[in-house]
């Protein structure tokens, strides 16, 4: 069971940040309940043949919320994956998607496994059986239950599941939109991979618009040159780094994975960190930078903007008094515990909520849940219409003003957008519009002090709007 240092779950953890939010509405307690509680939660266990040895797997699916259909969220594999750590993040899914704007519920998977243990083939094997076992009850479902990847999985375990589907239920027309996160030839949508990191970035930005916002936190001027310390390089970490380092000039001092943390204060290379890790399986004995065996500790270190990236409960009441960021985003689910949040909020430091921050995983699934039920590409339709408007204007502007206009306005205005445009777009447009909701309920409200607690309003209000509706 997942623990944070208070000995609360990461399930409680989840519903007191969620009580905190519900003490400042008139909600009816009745529907407050209804909305916390987890609908049905699928417990599976099943035996694969592991090289002539027999090896029985668990796993679990957890739906929270089916006030809109279908139930969405990840299928992690881990080795410490349980259904208290199942049902905290479902919980988180229905909230996020309510923050920015997605209509589905919230679901969440995981398998107890370590998939380092085993080969390509043995866990292609054990994929497809763990769909047969989701599929079966409908909790694998593309109009009811759709998975996406997460820790330990990726667009590999998608192909697999989504093509197990295929072959259970080959009449169902829509039968790739069974889960999200596939590979682009096989149903994914551009943008999929580097969603939750390029939504981080967008999170940061559309924070940095705002300068009282920023005044308030202690920061002031534009992310070029801010000092950065991000947790977990994996999927999401990797490309939060990249996007904020090359588009943004921003500069990455530290990085912590598993086997330590390294750091720099003129800047780490990214790309180059990167590659190592994965070369070598850690940092140890990158030149980039100090290594630190004791990563976590770069935590404590001082920087403008700290990004856990990487595990639940990663800040908690031990080390929280000791964080020296100005600005934490939550990358990861839950890497800030509730009491270690009280603690952070009562020394000043302003938290974005992993309910918000790392939403976008979920806003381009949706696009490509989308996309699977249209059975057409983004961008199809109107992509040559949009460029033939453009050579349009740029002759209109030549033929007015009697001058060539330059070749890279030229190139810019008869572009018509592709589908990573659009996904980009897409993901832009929700990031920004839920960080401004959340800044205007907190401007109208003065008594939500914090983030957290005015994006979970934000969440309870449209959630208890859709029972309500339908007069529950």
């Not at 043995?122 to 909790?139: H, M, S, V």
């Not at 534009?222 to 943004?248: C, P, T």
């Not at 209109?396 to 572009?415: C, D, F, H, N, Y």
Request: proline letters at 4%; glycine letters at 10%.
């Amino acid at each position: 069971m997942t623990e944070v240092s208070s000995g609360l779950t990461f399930r409680q953890s989840v519903d007191h940040m969620v009580d905190r939010a519900l003490a400042f509405m008139e909600l009816d307690p009745g529907i407050a309940n209804a909305i916390k509680s987890c609908t049905s939660v699928l417990q599976v266990s099943f035996p694969v043949d592991i090289r002539g040895k027999v090896e029985l797997f668990t796993g679990w699916r957890a739906v929270h919320s089916i006030h809109r259909l279908p139930a969405k969220g990840g299928l992690r594999y881990a080795e410490n994956v349980d259904q208290q750590e199942v049902e905290a993040l479902a919980a988180l899914m229905t909230y996020k998607c309510a923050i920015v704007d997605v209509p589905f519920g919230g679901s969440k998977g995981g398998l107890c496994i370590n998939p380092n243990n085993y080969s390509r083939d043995e866990l292609k094997q054990i994929t497809r059986r763990f769909a047969r076992e989701l599929a079966a009850p409908g909790f694998l479902n593309p109009a009811t239950n759709v998975p996406a990847p997460d820790m330990g999985t990726g667009q590999r375990e998608m192909a697999w599941i989504a093509d197990t589907y295929k072959h259970l239920y080959p009449e169902e027309i829509n039968a790739l939109a069974c889960v999200t996160g596939k590979p682009v030839a096989h149903g994914g949508v551009n943008g999929r991979t580097e969603a939750t990191g390029r939504g981080v970035q967008y999170a940061l930005q559309e924070f940095f618009r705002h300068k009282e916002e920023l005044n308030a936190a202690g920061i002031d001027g534009g992310l070029e040159g801010k000092r950065i310390i991000i947790q977990g390089l994996g999927n999401v970490g990797y490309h939060a780094a990249k996007f904020l380092s090359e588009e943004d000039g921003a500069k990455i001092v530290g990085i912590i994975v598993r086997d330590g943390g390294i750091f720099n204060p003129d800047g780490i290379h990214v790309e180059e960190a990167y590659y190592h890790r994965c070369s070598h399986g850690g940092l140890k004995g990158f030149a980039g930078g100090e290594f630190v065996v004791e990563g976590e500790k770069l935590l404590e270190t001082e920087c403008d903007i700290l990004i856990p990236a990487a595990i639940e409960g990663a800040i908690n009441e031990d080390n929280a008094p000791n964080i020296r960021a100005k600005l934490i985003a939550e990358a990861a689910n839950g890497p800030v515990t509730f009491e270690a949040d009280r603690i952070l909020r009562s020394r000043g430091i302003t938290i974005l909520p992993d309910a918000y921050v790392n939403a976008g995983g979920v806003v381009v699934s949706y696009f490509e849940w989308i996309r699977n039920l249209s059975h057409m590409r983004f961008g199809r339709i109107e992509r040559r219409l949009d460029e033939s408007r453009g050579r349009h204007v740029v002759a209109a502007l030549e033929q007015t003003t009697g001058k060539q206009v330059p070749e890279w306005i030229k190139g810019s205005l008869s572009r018509g957008a592709d589908e990573l445009d659009l996904v980009r777009s897409g993901l832009d447009d929700s990031m920004r519009l839920a960080l401004q909701e959340i800044i205007d309920i907190r401007s109208r409200k003065p008594e939500l002090e914090d983030y957290r607690t005015a994006a979970y309003v934000i969440a309870l209000q449209k959630l208890a709007r859709s029972y309500i509706d339908i007069g529950v």
